[in-house]
């Protein structure tokens, strides 16, 4: 499986990004997608994630209420619409998947495929 993860750039505070990321290969493997970021100096931290079959969503508690993680009809592409962004939110964004949805899907290391990432960066 091959993740492309597109949609990043420079926003303002209290603006909005979305971020696609695309699978392709063996898709039909995959069950569940997710974004992760990592800033400068800190760990990679979960996002959010979504089950590409039942359309259950997880998000950290930092971005609740602001972030909305989606997917296509195909389960092929994820999406994170990322609203009222904050200064915190700079960091490179990485789109995840996996094909088994008995870990948990908070943790970098449940995810077997990952996308190259890309730079979201928050100014004020």
Do not use: H
């Not at 696609?20 to 959010?48: D, H, L, N």
């Amino acid at each position: 499986v091959q993740l492309q993860a597109s949609g990043g750039g420079l926003v303002q505070a209290g603006g909005s990004l979305r971020l696609s990321c695309t699978a392709s290969g063996r898709t039909f493997s995959v069950y569940i997608m997710g974004w992760f970021r990592q800033a400068p100096g800190k760990e990679r931290e979960f996002v959010s994630a979504i089950s590409l079959r039942g359309d259950r969503t997880y998000y950290a508690d930092s971005v609740k209420g602001r972030f909305t993680i989606s997917r296509d009809s195909a389960w092929s592409t994820v999406y994170l619409q990322m609203n009222s962004l904050k200064l915190e939110d700079t960091a490179v964004y990485y789109c995840a998947a996996d094909g088994d949805l008995s870990d948990s899907p908070y943790s970098a290391a449940k995810y077997d495929y990952w996308g190259q990432g890309t730079q979201v960066t928050v100014s004020s």
